[in-house]
Nanobody, 124 residues
């Protein structure tokens, strides 16, 4: 599976962005597709995730109520809608995948497939 992330950019605090993660090269079935982010000098942080076949969603506490993860089956794309952005959301955002949902979904090491990062910068 190949992943291609896009949609990052510069936005003012309080604004919104939508990130996309296009998947190709395989069937997703019960795959877990997630977003991580990493700010300079920081450890990677789990942001949000879902199971492609449905029934599993997860969010970091820091983004609950502001970010929404969703999928488009026909386009094989996962989206991260980010609202009410603040400067602390500034990071490189990565999408990642593994072949099944895991209870350790917050751990970067659980994921086998990674897209390139897309930079989100939130100005104050």
């Amino acid at each position: 599976v190949q992943l291609q992330a896009s949609g990052g950019g510069l936005v003012q605090a309080g604004g919104s962005l939508r990130l996309s993660c296009d998947a190709s090269g395989g069937t997703l079935n019960n795959y877990a597709l997630v977003w991580f982010r990493q700010a300079p000098g920081q450890e990677p942080e789990f942001v949000a995730g879902l199971r492609w076949s449905g029934g599993r969603y997860a969010y970091a506490d820091s983004v609950k109520g502001r970010f929404t993860i969703s999928r488009d089956y026909a386009k094989k794309t996962v989206y991260l809608q980010m609202n009410s952005l603040n400067p602390e959301d500034t990071s490189v955002y990565y999408c990642a995948a593994r072949s099944s949902w895991t209870t350790n979904y917050r751990q970067k090491s659980e994921y086998d497939y990674w897209g390139q990062g897309t930079l989100v910068t939130v100005s104050s």
